[in-house]
């Protein structure tokens, strides 16, 4: 794809973005886009200076509540 297509969809999707964040108060297509983009893409996004926050579920533990089980919230990496 040349770089021209790349940044007309980037831009396509950043207004799409702004139409859904406008029409859905909380954000459910937002959520849904983002949870298929890899961990590490959002990540580079993010500012040098953001540190994940602990999982209030587990503490920060990532454990589960029976033994050997991870937590349902975190999937056993403590942040959130």
């Known amino acids: 794809m ?29 959520v849904e886009l983002l949870l298929s983009v890899p961990r590490d893409a959002l990540e580079a996004y993010l500012p040098d200076s953001y540190e994940p926050s602990i999982c209030p579920t587990c503490n920060g533990s990532g454990e589960g509540m029976h033994e050997g089980t991870t937590c349902r919230v975190c999937k056993g990496k403590g942040e959130s």
């Open 2 to 30: 040349s770089r021209m297509i790349i940044i007309e969809l980037i831009d396509a999707v950043i207004e799409q973005i702004k139409r859904d964040l406008n029409d859905n108060e909380d954000a459910t297509a937002i």
